[in-house]
T-cell receptor
């Protein structure tokens, strides 16, 4: 079945540590996105990429970094500069110029 | 900028009751509109969509009509079931911005009691 796989499902970060969240899709979609979800709030865009080797900051990019070396992969690194990283992180993808977005099952990040 | 406003939850209904979740939007262009549903601990699933004014999206008994004159996209269902309990998100995609990411409302939690 085609879809988006996020791993791990749960992740814990220590103070001063960088952690990387994985997102892989086998839908052959060009565009990929990372969103952050906080309790009782909607999703906010962190980074997006519309094509391999290119990505843009979203609304809350500070303290995060991404790469897009392969079409199917869009990992997100939560750096130590992100002072409030506890949240549910969702990855999504779609074809360029075509909606809607397909979502993974998310990674829940917590601070130790 | 673009924004989406949803009614606050939780919305608590008895099984077989009528559901309405209000959604209004602000956009610079002519957006596509979506309803997504999120079950506990999961990602979002597309429920329905509409891409132009007066379009009606429908799926699994849910409906929503794109009303440009009132900038609204209210979600309705004639008879809810316990299995409909989830969080519902209204979202828009503004093609004119070129960004193509979604702008979400804050979500509305629906609780259906047997």
């Amino acid at each position: 079945d085609g879809g988006i796989t996020q791993s791990p499902k749960y992740l814990f970060r220590k103070e001063g540590q960088n952690v990387t969240l994985s997102c892989e899709q086998n839908l052959n979609h060009d565009a990929m996105y990372w969103y952050r979800q906080d309790p009782g709030q909607g999703l906010r865009l962190i980074y997006y990429s519309q094509i391999v080797n290119d990505f843009q900051k979203g609304d809350i990019a500070e303290g995060y970094s991404v790469s897009r070396e392969k079409k199917e992969s869009f990992p997100l690194t939560v750096t130590s500069a992100q002072k409030n990283p506890t949240a549910f992180y969702l990855c999504a993808s779609n074809d360029r110029g075509n909606q809607p977005q397909h979502f993974g099952d998310g990674t829940r990040l917590s601070i130790l | 900028g673009d924004s989406v406003t949803q009614m606050e939850g939780p919305v608590t209904l008895s099984e077989e009751a009528f559901l309405t979740i209000n959604c209004t939007y602000t956009a610079t262009g002519y957006p596509s509109l979506f309803w997504y549903v999120q079950y506990p601990g999961e990602g979002l699933q597309l429920l329905l969509k509409a891409t132009k004014a007066d379009d009606k999206g429908s799926n699994k008994g849910f409906e929503a009509t794109y009303r440009k004159e009132t900038t609204s996209f209210h979600l309705e269902k004639g008879s809810v079931q316990v299995s409909d309990s989830a969080v519902y998100f209204c979202a828009l995609s503004d093609k004119d911005t070129g960004r193509r990411a979604l702008t979400f409302g804050s979500g509305t939690r629906l609780q259906v009691q047997p």
